[in-house]
């Protein structure tokens, strides 16, 4: 303040060079582009990236609806878009054809909206369980005039389909040979004083896994202990004689 008074802040007299001021403005159009260019492709990746989070992929017509969608918010091309789908591994791919071809179909049923967003609220009130046929009969109880080959289409375009729920199958045992019966030489009696006086057994069958296993023991009727026992995917002969050699050899 002392040196140059009131003009504290001294600045070099005349422009800039040209090129200078050049690169500078180049380089914040790069700065500002890369931004654009790395927001853009965020949005893109969280819009497709979600419609594919499910089991099941994405259909094509959900993929041409989510690329409508990004170019309105984005402003950016057809082309750029999916550009940046298909060169990600972890999203659904699509090609500009097959894009055109679902906007196309896509405004086959704009009109179809209403009806739509209605199938889509009772297949979710009834769990998933319901099929075309049941959606189809509560629509003509709510006098909807559609017919059910249309209700079947707009739910396969919709990628809703019910879930079938299979009842228990009842268990049914194995009654043996029916005719004569050989007199019950224990007269019921499941135990013994003696070891090795009564020996007992029986087939179990478990579930593990979508598989079947077998089980086979033979079981002391003195001191129960298990003698011997076998584990196998097959109820047959070779099971139980092996089962009996290894509880002689004991």
Not at 66 to 80: T, W
Not at 129 to 137: D, S, T
Not at 176 to 187: C, H, S
Request: charged share 30%; glycine share 6%.
């Amino acid at each position: 303040f002392k040196e140059n008074g009131y003009t504290v802040i001294t600045k070099k007299k005349g422009r800039p060079p040209k090129n200078a001021q050049k690169q500078g403005q180049t380089a914040d159009q790069r700065i500002g582009r890369a931004g654009k260019e790395a927001y853009s492709r965020a949005c893109i990746h969280k819009k497709i990236g979600g419609l594919n989070s499910r089991t099941q992929e994405p259909r094509k017509e959900e993929l041409a609806r989510a690329i409508n969608e990004l170019r309105q918010e984005l402003r950016l091309s057809v082309k750029y878009i999916i550009d940046v789908i298909n060169t990600n591994p972890g999203l659904p791919h699509i090609s500009r054809s097959n894009y055109y071809y679902q906007t196309h179909k896509l405004d086959k049923d704009s009109g179809n909206q209403k009806l739509m967003d209605r199938i889509k609220e009772i297949f979710l009130e009834h769990r998933q369980r319901y099929g075309y046929r049941r959606i189809y009969g509560q629509l003509r109880r709510e006098d909807y005039e559609v017919n059910h080959k249309k209700v079947q289409r707009l739910m396969q375009k919709m990628g809703l389909f019910a879930i079938s729920i299979r009842k228990k199958r009842k268990y049914s045992s194995y009654y043996g040979v029916q005719g004569k019966i050989k007199p019950d030489l224990i007269k019921r009696k499941f135990y013994a004083i003696i070891p090795n006086r009564h020996w007992f057994t029986d087939v179990t069958e478990f579930h593990l896994k979508d598989q079947k296993l077998y089980l086979s023991p033979i079981i002391d009727g003195c001191t129960q202990e298990i003698i011997s026992y076998n584990i196998s995917r097959h109820p047959d002969l070779k099971q139980v004689m092996t089962m009996l050699d290894d509880a002689f050899e004991k």
